[in-house]
């Protein structure tokens, strides 16, 4: 079983469509994540909930919309794409509810790419 | 605040070379370290950690040494396989803040 399973893998779309990627996980963590990787490798957070109640909220356009159904959920609604939209989006929990802050140990999913034509 | 500084640029090395990524860090009170691993097509996953000054995290023939007079967390490996081609981030929390700050990574070629 996965322990942190995102979907779709791979999303391809146009400019000014609206879309969603989901995130489970079953590890029973506390806390999720949604984190930004560019085509430099660069990871940037954008949002953390813990026990389905947002904790972080990085600046990111508000068009990004998460929504955190259970504590084993974390989806991502995007509005309005746009071309920087373009990324691999990775989800993550873990244990503790300070973000990492105690352990360190983030379990990623495999991560969304996302195309915007 | 906290962060986390990795040497710049890709690293390509031969197979049985010997790996160094060099890692610096700021931060307040006594942060625990971290190196995350990202093989491609993958999300990060742990790599090895340490909690304390002094402390040796260690794994997969991977170490890293948590130096608080230099702040630094440099990660080693004495020989390197092809399989260990991937990103490498150094990564940091403390107590009290609610993120975990990852570098830049650092991608890592071996070729045979």
């Known amino acids: 079983d996965t322990a942190v399973s995102q979907t779709p893998k791979y999303l391809v779309t146009q400019m000014g469509n609206d879309k969603s990627i989901k995130c489970e996980q079953n590890l029973g963590h506390d806390t999720m994540y949604w984190y930004k990787q560019d085509s430099k490798k660069f990871l940037k957070i954008m949002f953390s909930y813990n026990n389905k109640e947002l904790i972080i909220n990085e600046t990111v356009p508000n068009r990004f919309s998460p929504k955190s159904p259970d504590k084993a959920h974390l989806n991502l609604h995007i509005n309005s794409l746009e071309l920087g939209d373009s990324a691999v989006y990775f989800c993550?929990?873990?244990?503790?509810?300070?973000?990492?802050?105690?352990?360190?140990?983030?379990?990623f999913g495999e991560g969304s790419r996302l195309t915007v034509l | 605040g906290n962060s986390v500084t990795q040497m710049e640029g890709p690293v390509t090395l031969s197979e049985e070379a010997f790996l160094t990524i060099n890692c610096t860090y700021t931060?307040?009170?006594?942060?625990?370290l971290f190196w995350y691993v990202q093989y491609p097509g993958e999300g990060l996953q742990l790599l090895l950690k340490?909690?304390?000054?002094?402390d040796k995290g260690s794994n997969k023939g991977f170490e890293a040494t948590y130096r608080k007079e230099t702040t630094s967390f440099h990660l080693e490996k004495g020989s390197v396989q092809v399989s260990d081609s991937a990103v490498y981030f150094c990564a940091l929390s403390s107590l009290g803040n609610n993120r975990l700050a990852f570098g830049k990574g650092n991608q890592v070629v071996v070729i045979p």
């Open positions: 340490a909690t304390k000054a002094d």
């Open positions: 931060a307040t009170g006594y942060p625990s």
């Open positions: 993550a929990s873990s244990q503790d509810g300070g973000g990492g802050a105690n352990t360190g140990e983030l379990f």
